[in-house]
């Protein structure tokens, strides 16, 4: 059967049909609770080392489809491959979290020599993976929305409150926003590099945005992530982009309307009765399980799965978690939610 006949749910949901039942993905699905993603992890000696090399990165993009046969795959990789391309060091020490440097709390962005060569692994993982993915999956790149990714790299490392990184951004206004479109520009270009090497949809992933004020939210998440939405749609016309705003709560309507995301990812901190009922009708929600939920299992994951698919029964949904999979969660557990789904 040729591809553009076959019938890819996931893909369709992102363009505003309905489907029962609602396709299904999870956020890390690829990661440290299935065993052959940690023995691969283990026998490459590092994430970054598994991350550059296209032939385990694809294999572990694949693992959770092989397993589990997901509607989706999303692409093994990190946000933070731009700022490494854009010439900062990163590494991930054991226990600790990734590193960056040198951070741009104590230099200039300009005095960084940008290696955009380095996200040629990533494309060559794409490459792969939909030369291997059924064609009826969908394949979801990513990247990181400026906002988050700039937390990264004033700080150097992730933190509690971000507040190195709002502290510039109110300080040295004009210095932020360059450094966010720098991040932007890099993140366009990253996104259409994936859809031409084979992705279907991409995802912007603003984990860090409920750290801000209203007027910082406005400047650093819903600017910039409009611009990226639009240059993209300039490049790469039909292709959806879903948004998540991890935190955003009642700032969601503000994000659907400035950035026109095709799709919006709730956390699991968002009631999905009210986002049902402010988000504007059609627009396609992804969520949003809270990960906890799914690793209790039982009937703490059975009643939230029934209220979530209720609540969006009559909206374009994909049943997600509100954020990634915790690493301790049982494979049974996973099992029995796609169960509950595709019941």
């Not at 692994?121 to 059924?134: F, I, K, W």
Request: glycine content about 10%.
């Amino acid at each position: 059967m040729p591809a553009a006949t076959v019938d890819r749910p996931l893909l369709a949901v992102l363009r505003g049909e309905r489907r029962d039942p609602p396709p299904v993905w999870l956020m890390r699905q690829a990661g440290r609770y299935l065993p052959e993603y940690r023995a691969l992890r283990a026998e490459k000696g590092g994430f970054l080392a598994l991350a550059t090399d296209p032939i385990a990165a694809a294999d572990v993009t694949l693992q959770p489809i092989r397993r589990f046969g997901f509607d989706g795959a999303i692409l093994f990789s990190d946000i933070l491959m731009v700022p490494w391309a854009m010439g900062q060091d990163l590494t991930f020490g054991a226990g600790e979290g990734p590193r960056l440097a040198p951070r741009l709390v104590d230099v200039p962005l300009e005095s960084l020599e940008p290696r955009h060569e380095r996200l040629e692994p990533v494309y060559e993982t794409v490459r792969q993976v939909r030369a291997a993915l059924s064609p009826d999956r969908t394949f979801l790149g990513f990247a990181g929305s400026p906002w988050t990714v700039a937390t990264y790299m004033v700080a150097g490392q992730g933190s509690k409150d971000h507040a190195e990184t709002r502290f510039m951004a109110y300080r040295d206004p004009e210095r932020f926003t360059r450094l966010l479109y720098a991040i932007a520009e890099l993140t366009v270009e990253y996104l259409v590099g994936q859809v031409k090497a084979g992705v279907d949809a991409g995802q912007l992933f603003d984990s860090w945005a409920g750290s801000l004020s209203p007027e910082q939210f406005g400047t650093c998440v819903l600017e910039p992530n409009a611009w990226i939405i639009r240059e993209f749609r300039r490049r790469c016309p039909g292709v959806p982009v879903i948004g998540f705003p991890k935190g955003a709560g009642a700032k969601l309507l503000a994000y659907a309307e400035a950035t026109q995301a095709d799709a919006i990812g709730l956390d699991e901190t968002v009631d999905p009765r009210w986002a049902n009922e402010v988000l504007p009708a059609g627009l396609p929600v992804q969520g949003n399980l809270d990960p906890l939920a799914l690793e209790v299992g039982g009937e703490a994951l059975d009643r939230a799965v029934g209220r979530i698919r209720e609540i969006f029964r009559d909206r374009p949904h994909i049943f997600n978690l509100g954020h990634g999979i915790g690493q301790h969660t049982p494979i049974a557990h996973v099992e029995r939610l796609l169960e509950l789904v595709r019941a």
